[in-house]
């Protein structure tokens, strides 16, 4: 029997279907204003109708529309753990994972967008794996499930055994958003259990036959290849530059930028002015970074440490891009946004990014 | 009951009598091997319906496959470029083969194909692959004269998948005697009402047709005897073809006044971009089957094959009542 912990975040995606980008702070009242309806506990519904080893699970349960509800009406074991305020927040949430987290629960199932990923990781960072039903407005973070049916297949997987892997929590500037700006920065990282064929729905567009880890391990070889001796590499942040850093051998910061030269290690977790310095000493450098899935953010206002100055410095031909074949697959352009008009145009045009062995998309960077 | 089939591009009637007529003699041929003569005469037939010499037809099981094939000869020691999104077997065909895969992204609104960008890209011995229309966009991204500018490069192989020619009306297929790097696909699986039969063929410029004739290509008796009767029935095909043409422009009107973000082709499918939570499932439930293209596409959008007029009311109905579980059919005013 596994404890399965579950937390409904009850007004998640409200504000999409009346054309508001999210429901934080006071766009939630708006949003009822509007007519909106819940989203949130279909989605959880529809999550909980498609799970199939019903048998082998107790669910502990955030209380009310926080998830009681709707185990309320199934043939599902479960106890509600806490209590929750009336007009439930994101402190709600928190709470409720830290008791959950008491409960030793095995997994934790959340359903809500992006907001409820950062709650998440802010409660329990990489304590216990995580499947995350989206339901939000703004579902970029790569922690999420395809969709409810896939999160319920990924549960099921989950109680077989399966691998786990570390994916994307973002956090994106609602405000920004909703001017049409999409600002990015990684947030932190969950674990999520790895399924190979999450992303393979239709039949015709199954056939890449790789899982997420292979492709990973295929763009880092190519990178590897690619590296010139005596020049300084950058390497951003994430999974796709920390599967090249695993093989070259290296320890690499998941958050951070860290410096390599000849194949070591020489600076990790660099800030602006590390950099400068570093640039003091070497002329040759490049920057290697992966573009965020969902609105493919390769520069922005989030990642300070590649600033204006920085950027102009290294130049556009010592940019590579690298990252996952399916999350790049699913971009319309890039985007670039350093609070510099000058620099974020000298970057703009087209950029190939690599997502396979010798295999690139090429992409228009908008500004 | 049936799901109701709008996610593979077929055409929604069965084949006429004379063909499923045809269809039954060849059945009774069975045990054989197809006859050469017959063979020699549908490549006839597609030389008559193309307008090019017979002898430049290559016969294939389905275009699909053909293509696969041309991509697994041609791609040794050279770059392939390709579009994304785009038909996909083709591009796993292309990644089993060669270590310098370039995919060149059609963006929104317009999926519009950047000429200077592509010409950037053809450097050194390359094998240029293009859906046009493209799938899933469903626009034309290359004329036949931006074609021959490509061609007159020695050094580039193309290939120009034209499965939904004759909704979009726009062909290279006339180059295929003047440049001998084209190679142009066609199908009778679509518009011929023939998905069944698997029928596909190539109009090969001389580089790809040394190389592809080096088989004899013996069709299934069924689907050859099929296709040989239905290219007597081209004018029925063309009737077919417009009705799903209109209708198209009809979803496509109807939708875009609900508010709908629709985009219209040059085939038989349409684009939504919709907010529907699992929108594929939802109206899978209800008996209605979509493409969803969250692989190639950003989240939310999917695509929708175009039946026949009930078909297409069936699924706008279904498709609004979910919009409405979404308030998503009133407009509000702050
Ligand atoms: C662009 C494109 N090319 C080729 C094909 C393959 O057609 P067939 O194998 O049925 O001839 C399709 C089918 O959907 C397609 O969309």
Redesign the interface.
């Known amino acids: 029997m596994k404890k399965i912990g579950l937390v409904v975040n009850p007004v998640a995606?409200m504000g999409?279907?009346?054309?508001l980008k999210g429901t934080d702070g006071d766009f939630y009242r708006k949003a009822l204003k509007?007519?909106?309806?819940p989203?949130a506990p279909?989605?959880t519904e529809?999550f909980i109708s498609n799970v199939k080893h019903r048998k082998d699970i107790h669910f502990y349960s955030a209380p009310e529309k926080m998830g009681e509800d709707i185990l309320k009406n199934t043939d599902l074991k479960y106890t509600v753990i806490g209590s929750i305020e009336k007009q439930t927040t994101a402190e709600d949430t928190k709470k409720i994972i830290r008791l959950l987290l008491k409960e030793k629960i095995d997994l934790l199932v959340f359903v809500g967008g992006d907001g409820t990923a950062r709650d998440v990781y802010d409660a329990e960072g990489l304590e216990v794996p995580v499947i995350g039903v989206?339901?939000g407005?703004k579902?970029f973070s790569s922690v999420f499930a395809?969709?409810?049916?896939s999160a319920a297949a990924m549960l099921d997987r989950f109680l077989n055994g399966v691998e786990l892997k570390e994916e994307e929590v973002l956090d994106i500037d609602e405000e920004a958003f909703r001017n049409n700006i999409l600002s990015a920065r990684l947030y932190g990282y969950l674990k999520v259990p790895m399924l190979k064929d999450l992303?393979q729905?239709?039949k015709?567009?199954?056939?890449?036959?790789y899982s997420a880890k292979e492709n990973k391990e295929e763009v880092s070889r190519y990178l590897e290849e690619q590296m010139e001796r005596d020049v300084l590499y950058l390497l951003g942040p994430g999974t796709t530059m920390k599967s090249l850093t695993d093989r070259l051998g290296l320890d690499k910061t998941l958050l951070g930028i860290d410096a390599v030269l000849n194949g070591k290690l020489i600076q990790t977790d660099v800030n602006e002015m590390a950099i400068l310095d570093l640039y003091q000493d070497y002329d040759k450098r490049k920057i290697i970074v992966t573009p965020l899935g969902?609105n493919g953010f390769i520069f922005g206002r989030g990642s300070r440490q590649f600033t204006p100055e920085i950027l102009s410095k290294t130049g556009k031909e010592n940019i590579i891009l690298a990252g996952d074949r399916?999350k790049v697959?699913?971009?319309?352009?890039l985007h670039i946004d350093t609070g510099d008009l000058e620099v974020d145009k000298s970057m703009s045009g087209?950029a190939?990014v690599v997502v396979?062995?010798?295999?690139?998309?090429?992409?228009?960077v908008k500004y | 009951m049936e799901p109701l089939r709008l996610?593979l591009n077929e055409l929604p009637w069965p084949p006429p009598k004379e063909v499923l007529d045809a269809a039954r003699k060849g059945l009774e041929k069975l045990n054989r091997y197809s006859d050469e003569k017959k063979l020699q005469e549908l490549m006839f037939k597609l030389g008559d319906y193309t307008g090019i010499a017979s002898e430049r037809i290559i016969l294939s099981p389905g275009s699909d496959i053909l293509l696969r094939e041309a991509v697994h000869l041609f791609t040794q020691q050279r770059k392939v470029v390709t579009l994304?999104?785009s038909?996909?077997?083709t591009v796993?065909s292309a990644?089993q083969t060669?270590?310098?895969?370039?995919?060149?992204?059609l963006?929104?609104p317009d999926f519009r194909l950047?000429m200077d960008?592509l010409k950037s890209?053809l450097e050194g011995p390359c094998l240029l692959i293009l859906d046009n229309p493209n799938n899933p966009t469903g626009k034309i991204v290359i004329s036949p004269d931006e074609v021959k500018t490509l061609l007159e490069k020695e050094d580039v192989l193309l290939i120009v998948d034209e499965a939904y020619y004759e909704f979009s009306g726009i062909t290279c297929a006339n180059l295929v005697e003047k440049y001998p790097n084209l190679l142009v696909t066609r199908t009778m699986d679509k518009v011929f009402s023939l998905a069944g039969a698997r029928i596909g063929f190539g109009l090969a410029g001389d580089v790809f047709l040394k190389k592809l004739s080096d088989f004899f290509i013996y069709l299934p008796q069924i689907a050859l005897y099929a296709c040989l009767a239905a290219l007597d029935k081209k004018e029925l095909m063309k009737e077919r073809v417009n009705f799903i043409i209109e209708e198209r422009k009809r979803l496509v009107e109807k939708l875009l006044t609900e508010g709908v973000e629709v985009y219209d082709t040059s085939a038989n499918f349409i684009l939504i971009n919709s907010?529907i939570?699992?929108v594929?499932?939802e109206l899978k439930k209800e008996g209605i089957l979509i493409?969803?293209?969250?692989?190639?596409?950003?989240?939310g959008f999917i695509r929708i094959t175009i039946g026949k007029a009930e078909e297409n009311n069936q699924f706008f109905n279904k498709f609004q009542k979910l919009r409405n579980?979404?308030?998503?059919t009133?407009k509000?005013d702050?």
Do not use: I, W
């Open positions: 995606g999409g279907s009346v054309g509007l007519g909106a309806k989203v279909f989605r529809n989206p339901s407005v579902v395809l969709s409810a049916r992303l729905v239709g015709k567009a199954s056939s890449t036959g969902g399916d697959s699913c971009l319309d352009c087209y190939k396979g062995y010798g295999e690139t998309v090429v992409l228009e | 996610h994304c999104p038909f996909l077997p796993t990644r060669t270590n310098q895969l370039t995919r060149l992204r963006s929104l950047n960008l890209e907010p939570p699992e594929v499932e493409t969803d293209l969250s692989h190639q596409m950003p989240q579980r979404f308030g998503l009133k509000y702050e």
